[in-house]
C-alpha cells in the first residue's frame, strides 16, 4: 500500500483503486492510464512538481491530454515565475518516482493547485502512487485532504 492510499484511508475519504498493467516503453504515465483504463483523459489528472521563483516547490494536477500554464499556477500562487522541477528535487520532496506521483501522501506538504476543470466531475482519477495504479475520489476530497485550491491552469 503506497503513502497516497493510506493518506486517502487515514482521512477517511471515500476512494477506488484502478491497477493497470504498466508498460515501461510509455512515454506519457497520464495518457497511458487514461487509456488502460478505458477513461476520457479529461479525468486523469497529472500530478506535476513545479520550482516558484527558482526557489520553492508546489504541486500543479492538470487532465492528462492539456498542459500547465505556467503563468496562470505562478499568479494562483503568487510567484513571478514557475517552472517545471528538476526530477531529483521532484522525487526527494514527494517520496515518489516521476510517473508515479501521487498528490495524496507526499513527504513535504507542497502548495498545490487543482484546475477548476475537475470540479466538473464527481470523481476524477489521480496517481496513487506508483506507475499503475490510480486512485478515485472527489475533486473536494482531494482538495480538502491536500489544503489545495482550484483555478484555471491549463493552456
Known sequence: MTPGVKAAQ????????????????????????????????????????VSLDGSQLAVALVPVCDQLHM?????????RKAAM?????????????????????????????IDRSAQAFDTIFVSAGRRGLEIELSPQDLASVTGAGFEALRR
Open 71 to 79: 503563468k496562470s499556477l505562478a499568479r494562483a500562487l503568487g510567484a
Open 85 to 113: 522541477a528538476d526530477a531529483e528535487s521532484a522525487q526527494r520532496a514527494t517520496g515518489y518516482v516521476l510517473g508515479g506521483v501521487s498528490p495524496l501522501g507526499q513527504k513535504k506538504r507542497l502548495p498545490m493547485v
Open 10 to 49: 487515514r482521512h477517511g475519504v471515500a476512494h477506488t483503486l484502478h491497477a493497470y498493467r504498466h508498460d515501461n516503453a510509455s512515454t506519457s504515465y497520464g495518457l497511458e492510464a487514461a487509456e488502460a483504463l478505458q477513461l476520457p483523459p479529461e479525468r486523469v489528472f497529472k500530478t506535476l512538481v
